[in-house]
């Protein structure tokens, strides 16, 4: 069984940077996928992370780089290459479309651009003909191919979750996410270099005025005064699945060895991919799992392109703690609720909102007040 998950009470420090993965990667577990020490160890060691950090890199995951993330980088390129009126044909974001600095519904910027879809194949063939004017089935097909191929690498992933974590059912994670009104995502973005930022004004490629930067006492880093690219947050689902190219810009909120939250960079590594649990998976875990907070950067003079599956149950399914994760001395935390209204709630906050808070059985009535809103 893992270590269970507590959660003292959390201050920030400026953010730390990592040596490189070669260097060891620092608080940043990395699981070889490949199961050197057999499957037993593999899963304790997923289940490990994911309550320890909320976040680790996997490698040697089995998905070929020179395959579909390379057609999907190729096809995804090529559409924030387009001119701003080519690219806005598939936008505003509804919240599924292309998207350029404004997320979400409620006044969160980012410097970035995007394609948010909806990772059924019907969805995907209906948006392509606005993204791909000259060849929607082959963007299609390869936005499929690198669905399903990473489909696969997340049940790999809640399967060994359900393993480490003694779950009656070893397959009740992976399940959600393969019923065919599964509601996952596939989000790509795209952030421009920074110091082409002028150039993008002058363009008007997409408006990057009035730039957000980090804030001394707000948990960023005074001293690197980068631009934010993707604000703090936690992610909705149940898992996220997130490869980049090898520009950095990606950071977590980790606690130090004094329990005080510190923004972790994490450096980049473009044959790895990056997974985080979700709200969904901390409320299902009963908060054995931790959804973890997150945010980009972007402080390069390259640009970043990150694409991430976002893997969701069906709208209908119903969240509530596993009967295996309550105990006399860790009752329930979370009110049930469907996906469906955990999504109404998210849409109605704004990005930073610690969602889950609300659901919270002693919070029920009181909301969260206190952060992001
Ligand atoms: C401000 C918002 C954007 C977001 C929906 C929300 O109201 C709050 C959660 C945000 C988030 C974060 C993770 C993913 O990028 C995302 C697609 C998701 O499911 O939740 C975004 C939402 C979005 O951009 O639409
Ligand atoms: O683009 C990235 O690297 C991370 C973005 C992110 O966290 C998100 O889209 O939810
Ligand atoms: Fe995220």
């Not at 190729?74 to 936008?91: E, N, P």
């Not at 948990?219 to 149940?238: K, M, T, V, W, Y």
């Not at 860790?330 to 704004?350: D, G, I, N, Q, V």
Request: proline residues 8%; hydrophobic residues 35%.
């Amino acid at each position: 069984m893992v270590v269970p998950s507590t959660t003292p009470a959390r201050q920030e420090t400026a953010t730390m940077l990592l040596p490189p993965p070669s260097a060891g990667g620092g608080a940043i577990p990395t699981v070889d996928m490949s199961a050197p020490r057999g499957r037993g160890a593999l899963s304790r060691q997923v289940a490990r992370a994911c309550a320890e950090q909320g976040f680790f890199r996997a490698v040697n995951h089995g998905v070929p780089p020179a395959g579909p993330p390379a057609r999907l980088d190729a096809a995804t390129s090529a559409f924030f290459a387009l001119a701003a009126h080519d690219k806005q044909r598939a936008g505003p974001p509804n919240p599924l479309g292309y998207g350029c600095r404004s997320i979400g519904f409620n006044g969160d910027v980012g410097e970035l651009e995007y394609l948010l879809l909806h990772a059924n194949p019907a969805a995907v063939a209906h948006r392509a003909s606005s993204i791909d004017t000259n060849d929607p089935s082959r963007f299609s097909s390869v936005v499929n191919e690198y669905v399903e191929a990473v489909k696969q690498l997340a049940c790999d992933i809640l399967d060994l979750l359900g393993e480490g974590l003694g779950l009656e059912d070893p397959r009740l994670f992976s399940k959600l996410i393969t019923e065919t009104d599964s509601d996952s995502l596939l989000r790509i973005n795209h952030y421009p270099p920074s110091c082409t930022v002028h150039k993008l004004d002058h363009d008007d490629q997409c408006k990057l005025k009035g730039v957000a930067r980090t804030k001394a006492g707000s948990g960023g880093n005074p001293a690197a005064g980068g631009r934010i690219g993707f604000g703090e947050h936690s992610d909705p689902q149940l898992l996220s699945l997130l490869r980049a190219n090898d520009v950095d810009g990606l950071q977590v909120l980790l606690p130090d060895i004094n329990g005080k939250d510190t923004w972790i960079q994490v450096p980049a590594d473009s044959s790895a991919y990056f997974i985080n649990v979700g709200d969904l998976l901390q409320a299902l875990t009963n908060g054995r799992l931790v959804s973890v907070r997150h945010r980009v950067i972007a402080s390069a003079c390259r640009p970043r392109l990150s694409t991430i599956y976002f893997a969701a149950p069906p709208l209908h399914a119903r969240i509530s703690a596993l009967p295996e994760m309550v105990t006399a001395g860790s009752p329930p935390r979370y009110r049930s609720f469907t996906w469906a209204e955990y999504k109404t709630a998210m849409y109605s906050l704004r990005l930073s909102h610690s969602r889950l808070d609300l659901f919270h059985v002693d919070d029920d009535e009181s909301g969260n007040g206190s952060k992001g809103k």
